[in-house]
């Protein structure tokens, strides 16, 4: 079992006010857009918040609900009315400044001989809950910032007027996603029993690897959003109907409600549309491998048909500094990929009796936070 380290709680309070953050930064954006009478860029901006705060409530309280089955019916609802008024992240941010707090500084070697596993229960609750926000901080990075990521960029490349501010917001953005997929993954590292944490060399290259893989693609879909909106409307649903179908054929357990795991596949299938995902316990290296081959193929495909056409709406100069960009995080996304996988993947599976331990009411029934719902994950 990996440690909840002081660090790791110093990250968990820098999370919450970048989340707080934020939500002020969105509802500037919006305001700003309605404020200069471009309504509709500010109705998607709201849009894109709502829909993600919503989705990610529901799955917050559905997680408490599982959790806390037949233990603590009574605390479900305030915890309900909480996640109705769209606040349910400050909840698991509670329960996880609460058990980092026990964790990283006041856990002592309990004297109980009744109690001898409580250090340990108290770190695993720790690690449990931080897993779970972040699981939920990956939902809200495809849901939100990567559809706000491409308003974006559509606007800068649209309208030619930019400034450093909407550059370094652009750069924040793909920052943003790339942090919240390592930030999960070093979650179920910590997880996962007998392996070494995910720090140092191994963490910034599954960083670089996320971050220009992503890269790369944000920018081929925004040529083609500059190109036709409606044909990247196209290509994105294509690529979503393929994602939520591959789901469907890996029949994921992740949720124990046949509507939630719908809900769920549903949302790997956006998260699929930009970056790789995996959802079971198998060997990836062929889905890896198709994964972003087609990406790559589609990538080329959509830079030589610009270079061919050469259309009027994108200057040369323009052209080719996306180009560059593009080919240039797409080349070195692929090589920090192999890298992680043939240098730091792990080698085993998750075990299921590894996110099933009950305890018996040491904590009490209010502190009781049972996640199982990790059982099924590898290690991406």
């Given at each position: 079992m990996m440690k909840f380290t002081k660090q790791n709680f110093i990250f968990l309070v820098g999370g919450i006010i970048t989340y707080v953050v934020d939500i002020g930064v969105d509802f500037w954006v919006a305001c700003k857009y309605f404020s200069q009478g471009q309504y509709c860029w500010g109705i998607l901006i709201v849009c894109f918040r709502g829909v993600s705060s919503l989705i990610t409530q529901v799955f917050s309280y559905e997680w408490f609900k599982n959790d806390w089955e037949g233990t603590d019916t009574e605390n479900l609802k305030w915890i309900f009315l909480v996640h109705l008024f769209q606040c349910g992240i400050f909840i698991r941010y509670y329960f996880a400044l609460k058990y980092g707090c026990q964790a990283a500084f006041k856990q002592k070697i309990s004297r109980d001989a009744s109690k001898p596993d409580l250090p340990n229960f108290i770190q695993k609750q720790a690690i449990d809950v931080v897993t779970d926000i972040n699981m939920l901080r990956v939902f809200k990075s495809f849901l939100e910032t990567t559809p706000q990521l491409l308003v974006q960029i559509y606007i800068l490349m649209q309208h030619g007027k930019n400034n450093f501010c909407q550059y370094a917001a652009i750069f924040v953005s793909f920052c943003g996603i790339s942090f919240s997929m390592v930030d999960y993954?070093?979650?179920?590292?910590?997880?996962?029993?007998?392996?070494d944490e995910l720090h140092g060399l191994p963490e910034l290259v599954y960083l670089f690897y996320k971050l220009l893989t992503v890269t790369s693609w944000i920018l081929v879909i925004s040529l083609i959003t500059l190109l036709s909106v409606r044909s990247s409307v196209i290509l994105l649903m294509f690529l979503w109907i393929c994602g939520f179908a591959w789901t469907l054929t890996q029949h994921t357990t992740f949720c124990k409600s046949k509507k939630m795991e719908y809900l769920y596949r549903i949302v790997v299938g956006i998260i699929l549309v930009f970056s790789f995902f995996n959802i079971k316990g198998r060997?990836?290296?062929?889905?890896?491998?198709?994964?972003?081959?087609?990406?790559?193929?589609?990538?080329?495909?959509?830079?030589?048909?610009?270079?061919?056409?050469?259309?009027?709406?994108?200057?040369?100069?323009?052209?080719?500094?996306?180009?560059?960009?593009?080919?240039?995080?797409?080349?070195?996304?692929?090589?920090?990929?192999?890298?992680?996988?043939?240098?730091?993947?792990?080698?085993?599976?998750?075990?299921?009796?590894a996110y099933s331990d009950e305890v018996d009411g040491e904590a009490g029934q209010n502190d009781r936070v049972k996640t199982d719902r990790f059982q099924n994950f590898i290690m991406q």
């Open positions: 993954q070093i979650s179920l590292r910590k997880s996962l029993p007998d392996k060997k990836t290296k062929v889905c890896t491998s198709i994964y972003y081959g087609t990406q790559t193929v589609v990538t080329l495909g959509i830079l030589f048909a610009y270079m061919v056409w050469k259309p009027p709406i994108i200057k040369e100069i323009h052209y080719t500094i996306l180009s560059i960009l593009t080919i240039f995080s797409l080349v070195l996304g692929i090589i920090f990929l192999v890298v992680y996988y043939t240098c730091f993947h792990p080698t085993a599976y998750c075990r299921p009796q």
